[in-house]
Nanobody, 126 residues
Framework: QVQLVESGGGLVQAGASLRLSCVDT????????MGWFRQAPGKEREFVAA????????SYAESVKGRFTISRENAKNTLYLQMSSLKPEDTAVYYC???????????????????WGQGTQVTVSS
């Protein structure tokens, strides 16, 4: 069973940093690839970043490369998204997701992720 709970969102000014966390309260985190997605008002959900189970492979959307860093701490069943140099266009609800079938990949496709958290709001003001 996978249960994902995100936290760390908030309202910040452009240029600021935030770190999102996602805790998996289930029992499969250490063998599960994970990802972050986001959805802005009126837009479709989009891929942000992903990481495989042992952190040996990561993927990033072009729009966040060099600004966001995905990481995980398996001992704490926790996934992170460190966001820096935030822009107003980063405003969205951010979701963490679990890919339980292929632990070695860092997929960019939402269809590969079976479990999703409830989301945390990130708002960046200009």
């Amino acid at each position: 069973q996978v249960q994902l709970v995100e936290s760390g969102g908030g309202l910040v000014q452009a240029g600021a940093s935030l770190r999102l966390s996602c805790v998996d309260t289930g029992r499969t985190f250490t063998s599960t690839a994970m990802g972050w997605f986001r959805q802005a008002p009126g837009k479709e959900r989009e891929f942000v970043a992903a990481i495989n189970w042992r952190s040996s492979s990561t993927s990033y959307a072009e729009s966040v490369k060099g600004r966001f860093t995905i990481s995980r701490e398996n001992a704490k069943n926790t996934l992170y998204l460190q966001m820096s140099s935030l822009k107003p266009e980063d405003t969205a609800v951010y979701y963490c997701a679990a890919d339980v079938h292929e632990s070695w990949r860092a997929s960019t496709r939402s269809v590969d992720f079976e479990y999703w958290g409830q989301g945390t709001q990130v708002t960046v003001s200009s």
